[in-house]
Nanobody, 124 residues
Framework: QVQLVESGGGLVQAGDSLRLSCVASGRTFSRYGMGWFRQAPGKEREFVAGISWSGGNMNYADSVKGRFTISRDNAKNTVYLQMNSLKPEDTAVYFC?????????????????WGQGTQVTVSS
């Protein structure tokens, strides 16, 4: 069982940067593929980025390519989302998720474990 806790959200201005962190409990973190998703008010949850268990494969939504970077540190049981050049449309609650099969899928249905989310608000 893995428990996930996100942090690093906040209120920033357009063009600013934030780094989100997701710390996992449990000894099997390194086996998990990890993903970041987001949900804006009134909208469905959407994929942002994913990283495979080894960090060798990464996957991004078109809307964040070139601005966001996902990474992981298995020694620290942590996955990161570096967000640069933030836009007001990036405003959402950001969730990290874990996939026991180890991939970097963009489908929320393959992720078995979810954090509670951290709010990111980008003002114009």
């Amino acid at each position: 069982q893995v428990q996930l806790v996100e942090s690093g959200g906040g209120l920033v201005q357009a063009g600013d940067s934030l780094r989100l962190s997701c710390v996992a409990s449990g000894r099997t973190f390194s086996r998990y593929g990890m993903g970041w998703f987001r949900q804006a008010p009134g909208k469905e949850r959407e994929f942002v980025a994913g990283i495979s268990w080894s960090g060798g494969n990464m996957n991004y939504a078109d809307s964040v390519k070139g601005r966001f970077t996902i990474s992981r540190d298995n020694a620290k049981n942590t996955v990161y989302l570096q967000m640069n050049s933030l836009k007001p449309e990036d405003t959402a609650v950001y969730f990290c998720a874990g996939d026991l099969w180890g991939g970097s899928s963009d489908s929320a249905t393959v992720y078995e474990h979810w954090g509670q989310g951290t709010q990111v608000t980008v003002s114009s």
